[in-house]
T-cell receptor, first 108, second 112 residues
Framework: KNEVEQSPQNLTAQEGEFITINCSYS?????LHWLQQHPGGGIVSLFM???GKKKHGRLIATINIQEKHSSLHITASHPRDSAVYIC??????????FGAGTRLTVKP | KAGVTQTPRYLIKTRGQQVTLSCSPI?????VSWYQQTPGQGLQFLFE???????NKGNFPGRFSGRQFSNSRSEMNVSTLELGDSALYLC???????????FGQGTRLTVV
């Protein structure tokens, strides 16, 4: 069983829709990251969270430490948001464990 | 401010050879971590270096090794390459431990 579970695995949305990607983890962590990976491999760090909520443009990330759960929301989705979104948990020794990723396709 | 730079971007090697990949972190960043991404296993942590010391290592065989130089640049080496080592190798740098990580574009290694 993966230490980090993401859902859904694949997600197709129409442009403008509100999108939620979920991430659950099993043990205590020092931080949680949401990453975006476009075709070609480059990874961009979207958020690093240790508590509460962060917002950047149309992206919102939340984390509930007690429930060991995080969500990534995209408001007013756009085709350029199409990518793989990866949840990663970071332990105190800087070791990271990754979810399998959510492949998002936003259709115009 | 320059981002994390990985070289080379693409590499083809034959089984049994060895390979060295390079990662130049963002200026001032002292922590460099390496990851392997394959279609079957996803992203997996290889090792992390901080101030020239390996602080943590993932579950990979001894054929995978790395080092960090005094300027924080890091290299990883894979010896006796196997077909299964074909992957995208990513490095990420952060200012110190437990701060936001910035990823490079990766090196895509193909072993034939």
């Amino acid at each position: 069983k993966n230490e980090v579970e993401q859902s859904p695995q694949n997600l197709t949305a129409q442009e403008g829709e509100f999108i939620t990607i979920n991430c659950s983890y099993s043990v205590g962590i020092s931080a949680l990251h949401w990453l975006q990976q476009h075709p070609g491999g480059g990874i961009v760090s979207l958020f690093m969270l240790s508590s509460g909520k962060k917002k950047h443009g149309r992206l919102i990330a939340t984390i509930n430490i007690q429930e060991k759960h995080s969500s990534l929301h995209i408001t007013a989705s756009h085709p350029r948001d199409s990518a793989v979104y990866i949840c990663a948990v970071q332990y105190n020794n800087n070791d990271m464990r990754f979810g399998a990723g959510t492949r998002l396709t936003v259709k115009p | 401010k320059a981002g994390v730079t990985q070289t080379p971007r693409y590499l083809i090697k034959t089984r049994g050879q060895q390979v060295t990949l390079s990662c130049s972190p963002i200026s001032g960043h002292r922590s460099v971590s390496w990851y392997q991404q394959t279609p079957g296993q996803g992203l997996q942590f290889l090792f992390e270096y901080f101030s020239e010391t390996q602080r943590n290592k993932g579950n990979f065989p001894g054929r995978f090794s790395g080092r960090q130089f005094s300027n924080s640049r890091s290299e990883m080496n894979v010896s006796t390459l196997e077909l299964g080592d074909s992957a995208l190798y990513l490095c990420a740098s952060s200012l110190v431990v437990e701060t936001e990580a910035f990823f490079g574009q990766g090196t895509r290694l193909t072993v034939v």
